[in-house]
């Protein structure tokens, strides 16, 4: 079966420092990857996704993720965090075929110190 | 603009009360699901529709029904059956078939006393 592992529950940085939540997968086969962002009280608006091609994707807000097949990771990073960008994020693995489920990691808890 | 919307934002309801929590995407997606999202364990999937007229149980189905009788629409009841409906609805919608982003709803957070 397949899961996802967000190791960090809570993450706490400085404003304008660098930034990277960890994630990783078990899954029999390379599957799709993605990160959302979720703020209190709020849906979850979608950073980036990997499908295939190269491993290193850019999404929206700055962020980029790396996706090492050896390490079964899809790390999120972000050079220069900013403080609005405090929020809850979640890591989610799907099938390459036919079935459209996601599973969606625990979370990591962003804090931004001023 | 094109979304989903869920409502309301906050319900409250007693114990042994069914309770429905709707769900509307204008995005033409075929595939929409219902996740549950407590504290500390993410999203946990409840029921999912890949078409009109068919659903599938997720994960933690046990206490919900679904229904999805139109495209747009795929409204979720808590039953008096759920020991522990306290929690956050989030409602999604993808295109059906291979693995695609899916996009959310606002959510709504229902309370039951």
């Known amino acids: 079966a397949q899961s996802v592992t967000q190791p960090d529950i809570h993450i706490t940085v400085s404003e304008g420092a660098s930034l990277e939540l960890r994630c990783n997968y078990s899954?029999?086969?390379?599957?799709?990857l993605f990160w959302y962002v979720q703020s209190p009280g709020q849906g979850l608006q979608l950073l980036l996704k990997?499908?295939?091609?190269?491993?290193l994707v850019q999404g929206i807000k700055g962020f980029e993720a790396k996706f090492k097949r050896s390490q079964s990771s899809f790390n999120l990073r972000k050079p220069s965090v900013h403080w609005s960008d405090a929020a809850e994020y979640f890591c989610a693995v799907g099938p390459m075929e036919y079935g459209n489920k996601l599973v969606f990691g625990a979370g990591t808890i962003l804090r931004v110190k001023s | 603009d094109g979304g989903i919307t869920q409502s309301p934002k906050y319900l409250f309801r007693k114990e042994g009360q069914n309770v429905t929590l709707s769900c509307e995407q204008n995005?033409?997606?075929?595939?929409m699901y219902w996740y549950r999202q407590d504290p500390g364990q993410g999203l946990r999937l409840i029921y999912y529709s890949q078409i009109v007229n068919d659903f599938q149980k997720g994960d933690i189905a046990e206490g919900y029904s679904v229904s999805r009788e139109k495209k747009e629409s795929f409204p979720l009841t808590v039953t008096s059956a759920q020991k522990n409906p306290t929690a956050f609805y989030l409602c999604?919608?993808?295109?059906?078939?291979?693995?695609?982003?899916?996009?959310f709803g606002p959510g709504t957070r229902l309370t039951v006393t």
């Open positions: 999604a919608s993808s295109i059906a078939g291979q693995t695609y982003e899916q996009y």
């Open positions: 995005l033409n997606h075929d595939a």
């Open positions: 990997y499908f295939s091609g190269d491993t």
């Open positions: 899954y029999g086969a390379t599957p799709y």
